[in-house]
């Protein structure tokens, strides 16, 4: 069973930084499609971005531009940086891990809040 613990939330200020990880406790292989969404206090989970197999990412339109996920298989961990975050960036933010045959995995969350 792999668990997934997500860490670097946090509060900033409107254009402030973070950069979130997500370790995973078991290996991380290049098939896994990794990625990251959010939910909103009243609104709906999204999709922030994912990364797969040779690096290929996906990236929500309002977060295109302004944050990057990485994967690091060696260390079983992916990361998101989010840069010049905006008040409605504020969201629980958690990482997803998708491989074939299996059902999803998913972290606890981490809050980000991004005040004005």
């Known amino acids: 069973q792999v668990q997934l613990a997500e860490s670097g939330g946090g509060s900033v200020q409107n254009g402030g930084s973070l950069r979130l990880s997500c370790a995973a406790s078991?290996?991380?292989?290049?098939?896994?499609?990794m990625g990251w969404y959010r939910q909103a206090p009243g609104k709906q989970r999204e999709l922030v971005a994912t990364i797969g197999n040779g690096g290929i990412t996906n990236y929500g339109d309002s977060v295109k531009g302004r944050f990057t996920i990485s994967r690091d298989n060696a260390k079983n961990t992916v990361y998101l940086q989010m840069n010049s975050l905006k008040p409605e960036d504020t969201a629980v933010y958690y990482c997803?891990?998708?491989?074939?045959?299996?059902?999803?995995?998913w972290g606890q969350g981490t809050q980000v809040t991004v005040s004005s």
């Open positions: 078991g290996k991380i292989f290049s098939f896994d499609v």
């Open positions: 997803n891990i998708k491989r074939p045959l299996v059902p999803a995995y």
